[in-house]
């Protein structure tokens, strides 16, 4: 196993130029997340953030060609074909079924995959190629879970309000993002058990790196990812109680649980 752990790996660049407004009642509106109907603060647009996130994809694969790492596309290469079945399956279960995600996979050995925040996920094969089905499905839900959360947009509206404050901090860093992260593992465990993956699958790979990696003092993400011992316990916490569930399930009745299950619910 790789020595570099993400998991996940929200990855961001700081902006060059903080996203606009989208309109000044935007600015005040408290809104409801889409996945737990909580309050929160978030200021950008799905299409403002669609179209950042795109401009951070075409400038990572520019950036990925002048490194020489390969984006893979041809549709007969095994790994392709491999990540975008299993991926097809998990988003399949989540809220964003109906949007359209596009797929990257770059040729490179690091263990990461990440998201912008809008329609795209990135994988290294460093990462698909290490993980088993299972454990690749928990990988997929839970970067999808960021998009649909909007993870990326409520941090940048953050960051914005803290700009009007005099405070700048472009980064997912300390207690947002480790609630961020910890959220998209549980939404993302649901995504991929609703797709017939095993529910204990990402218990087992984030208890495995605690006993490899003797933990934190190695982990450079600490300060804003659950350590992987907490990981593999509230995940654990969280597939006892889906794999609860029935076994045959009707595809109405998954789609019911992705809205609403042992883990959250928006009625
Ligand atoms: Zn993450």
Redesign the pocket.
């Known amino acids: 196993m790789a020595s570099l752990i993400?998991?996940?790996?929200?990855s961001i660049k700081p902006l060059e130029q903080p996203p606009k407004l989208v309109t000044a009642p935007e600015y005040i509106r408290i809104k409801f997340d889409r996945i737990t109907n909580q309050p929160v603060l978030n200021l950008i647009s799905t299409a403002e953030m669609d179209d950042r996130a795109e401009r951070l994809l075409e400038q990572a694969l520019l950036n990925y060609k002048t490194m020489g790492f390969q984006h893979i596309t041809a549709p007969s290469d095994r790994r392709l074909v491999r990540l975008k079945h299993i991926f097809d399956r998990v988003h399949n279960y989540s809220h964003l079924k109906d949007s359209p995600i596009k797929v990257v996979l770059i040729e490179n050995p690091i263990f990461q995959a990440y998201t912008f925040g809008g329609g795209a996920v990135v994988f290294y094969t460093g990462l698909t190629e290490e993980l088993d089905d299972d454990q690749l499905a928990a990988v997929i839900g839970?970067?999808i879970a960021?998009i649909a959360a909007n993870h990326i947009a409520e941090e940048t509206s953050r960051s914005l309000v803290n700009t009007e404050t005099g405070y700048w901090r472009p980064h997912l860093t300390g207690f947002y993002a480790l609630n961020?992260?910890m959220e998209?593992?549980q939404i993302g465990l649901v995504y991929a058990t609703l797709a017939g993956y095993a529910p204990d699958a990402s218990v087992t790979f984030w208890a495995e790196q605690s006993d490899h990696q003797g933990h934190d003092m190695l982990n450079p993400f600490a300060d804003s990812?659950p350590t992987y011992q907490d990981r593999a316990k509230y995940l654990q916490e969280n597939a006892d109680k889906l794999s609860r569930l029935p076994r045959n399930i009707s595809e109405e009745k998954r789609q019911e649980l992705m809205l609403c299950n042992p883990i959250y619910c928006k009625q």
């Open positions: 993400m998991g996940c790996g929200v839970h970067e960021h961020a992260e998209a593992d990812h």
